[in-house]
């Protein structure tokens, strides 16, 4: 029995993210009732961003419709990058004061915002489902992308130095290799609270 109850443990804790509420009544508190995973739900690791999103529409605009999910998708993967950068353009912000920082540290965001734009141009959808046509007609389109951590580290770091003056990079110290490790380690450090 008691090998039993250790193998069912083992197996319950390896299982997959996915939860399921089985023992819900209509009378618990609990605001969930059975919960499930999301289609097409892919987490961030260490060295990738991930974006999920959903869309609603008619089954006459199906070709909208997944535009739509990838584009929720391609906002959320954008949100997790800025918050993840603006520690570290603050730090330089507070390294040369704010007067004369504000153009610098705008350039700084503007080079963020350039370098994962031209990322999420050219992502490729990792997973793509569509739920079942309702009775109204409608359909709803999940998707997740998948982008690399470093490769918005590095090109962030090559528009930086490019929007730069020379003026600009001696006043703040600006090393682009050093910028870039220091985005690249910040962005390792951040998970999402979803995962």
């Not at 199906?62 to 730090?91: F, P």
């Not at 153009?103 to 569509?130: F, G, H, P, Y």
């Amino acid at each position: 029995m008691a090998i039993l109850g250790i193998a069912s443990f083992l197996t319950a804790c390896g299982g997959s993210k996915q939860i399921v509420n089985e023992s819900y009544d209509n009378n618990s508190r609990s605001p969930f009732g059975d919960v499930v995973e999301a289609p097409c739900q892919i987490y961030d690791t260490k060295q990738e961003y991930t974006g999920w999103g959903a869309f609603r529409g008619s089954r006459n605009q199906m070709g909208d419709i997944h535009i739509n999910a990838t584009e929720s998708a391609k906002n959320n993967v954008r949100q997790k990058v800025k918050a993840a950068y603006k520690g570290l353009i603050t730090s330089y912000r507070n390294s040369y004061g704010n007067n004369m920082g504000n153009d610098i540290e705008n350039k700084m965001e503007m080079a963020v915002d350039q370098a994962l734009d031209n990322i999420l141009n050219d992502v490729e959808t990792e997973c793509s489902r569509w739920d079942q046509v309702e009775d109204d007609g409608h359909v709803y389109n999940y998707v997740s992308i998948r982008i690399s951590k470093e490769e918005v580290a590095t090109k962030t770091a090559s528009l930086v130095e490019d929007k730069l003056t020379e003026d600009e990079k001696l006043r703040i110290d600006f090393k682009e290799a050093r910028f870039r490790e220091e985005m690249q380690k910040r962005f390792e450090q951040f998970k999402d609270g979803n995962n």
